[in-house]
């Protein structure tokens, strides 16, 4: 008998406007930038979701979810592993959590037995338009509206060696496109050890060309802004581009967006996990452009499980 699948959805409306960021739960008024955030659930076969381990439920109010993101304020980063970070090649000031970039606990528990949970189904910016993502609400996406920058400066934009921005051109960026989201499996458990954790980096972009350390786009910029031609790039970070595949009975094709298996940690009848999950904008990517901080993002994570 083929499985069902549980589905879990966290959405988050994130706003960056010149470094700052507010968030809203998608289903709140849009009239106007909400400074809030909140965590949704939609699930029929007991897969639940809880901030802090002990309260679970299909969602998070949006008061517990400000006071973790209430002083976010991006500024382009690095990380080699998904958990530590450090400044990008702009040499920013030392990172602070959920200042600097958004990090944040999920707590699953089931009394099924699909305990298997995902990152899945994700849609690429190119897939569909902005103002009409409330359609995809069961879906993965870190999407922006894109922002319209005037260059200062000739530089080759890539990845074709004829792709050149000239000084004074305008053209459409976009920030989701330099975004980064890491999940790192934990113990729900202080007293249960994980054998071998799953930490992934993941580029909901799947725009790998673009992607980590190029030579051209931002780096490019950075250069001829600065005079510098000796940039040392570090090493890239191993980054997953794109999510598991369902079939059409919703059955996945392998493990790409495994984050965690649930496991029998307590005496409660329920298998538990967890999972941090880091969102920041990767210094080293080739469309982190100054520019970006300054567009509308809207970031959903959906999960399922088997």
């Given at each position: ?84 970070f450090?400044?990008g ?16 606990d ?39 509206k ?11 934009y ?13 053209n ?45 786009g ?44 649930l ?17 920041w904008v ?25």
């Amino acid at each position: 008998m083929r499985k069902l699948l549980t589905s879990i959805l966290v959405t988050l409306i994130l706003f960056v406007t010149l470094g700052s960021v507010s968030l809203a739960w998608v289903n709140l008024p849009r009239t106007n930038i909400i400074d809030d955030i909140s965590f949704g659930a939609k699930t029929k076969t007991g897969l639940e979701i809880s901030l802090d381990g002990i309260e679970y439920k299909n969602e998070i109010d949006e008061a517990s979810i400000n006071e973790i993101i209430r002083n976010i304020n991006f500024k382009d980063m690095t990380s080699s592993d998904g958990i530590t970070f450090e400044s990008g090649y702009s040499k920013n000031s030392q990172i602070v959590k959920n200042r600097d970039y958004i990090s944040f606990d999920i707590y699953f528990r089931t009394n099924e037995t699909r305990r298997n949970v995902y990152l899945a189904d994700n849609i690429k910016r190119e897939e569909v338009l902005y103002d009409e993502l409330k359609r995809f609400e069961e879906h993965t996406y870190i999407i922006s509206k894109g922002i319209n920058w005037r260059t200062n400066n000739d530089f080759w934009y890539g990845p074709e060696l004829e792709d050149i921005r000239e000084s004074g051109s305008v053209n459409r960026y976009y920030a989701s496109d330099a975004i980064r989201i890491s999940s790192i499996e934990k113990s729900p458990n202080a007293g249960y050890e994980l054998e071998d954790p799953i930490i992934k980096i993941f580029d909901l972009s799947e725009n790998e060309t673009r992607g980590f350390g190029k030579e051209f786009g931002a780096i490019d910029y950075f250069k001829k802004v600065t005079g510098n031609n000796n940039i040392e790039i570090p090493d890239a970070p191993k980054v997953i581009y794109g999510l598991t595949k369902f079939d059409e009975y919703q059955i996945p094709d392998g493990d790409k967006s495994l984050i965690t298996t649930l496991r029998y940690v307590d005496n409660s009848g329920y298998a538990k996990g967890k999972v941090t999950f880091n969102i920041w904008v990767e210094g080293w990517d080739a469309d982190s452009f100054d520019a970006i901080l300054g567009d509308k993002i809207s970031i959903q994570l959906a999960f399922k499980s088997n």
